[in-house]
């Protein structure tokens, strides 16, 4: 079998072509499709294949799944199609938070402010990508170390709050339906190396408030309103 029988980047992936193949080569298939596409390697993990590989097995004749960044495979009745958004002019950042303080996050348009003190904040009518958003950390947990805000990477997890294991971030953001060109702008906080909040959903297990009288980290994410101080 050679690839050039099932696809080329410009012209789609034949799906009658790849349901002939066996289960194993079908996922081949498709990394080797998706990367020719010129999506980066360490994006098309296993959960994004076996996405893709249900969207060629089913049978909606149009139907889209997103990758990662601005890109999306789009099914239009039997051909894949790798679509890319129109690139975001938001750029990848990582910076320390001041806690207490005021952080702006230029390239994203958004500011943090932090202070601590008793209280917990349950933001019930949240959503990822609607601000301001606001959450109750413990303080306790971050010790001496700093908290960092950046944009997401593929490959990252968190522990949700009343949640089992970790969750990868890319999938939060498709139950979510974060649109995949709005996901590089969304902030996640960073300790340790381990995300414990994301912004508009919940916070990590481990960094829950356990009484409203302990001093308490509290982070409200709003969009940019004027300079720095």
Known sequence: ?????????????????????????????????????????????????????????????SATVPVAGPWTVERRYDKLEVRSEKQASIRAFRQAVRIPGRTVVKAAGLEITTSVAPGLVKDRTARLGAYPARASLNWAAAGNRKILVRSWRPGDRMKPLGMKGSKKIQDIFVDEKVPAERRQGLPLLECGGEIIWLPGHRIARGWEVSRPSARSLQVTVDRMAGPAD
Request: aromatic content about 8%.
């Open 1 to 61: 079998m050679h690839k050039a029988n099932y696809w080329a980047a410009t012209c789609g992936l034949d799906i009658p072509s790849l349901k002939r193949q066996s289960l194993a080569a079908r996922r081949r298939i498709l990394r080797l499709w998706l990367v020719a596409a010129g999506i980066p390697a360490e994006w098309v993990d296993f959960d994004t294949v076996d996405r893709i590989e249900h969207l060629a097995a089913g049978s909606k004749a």
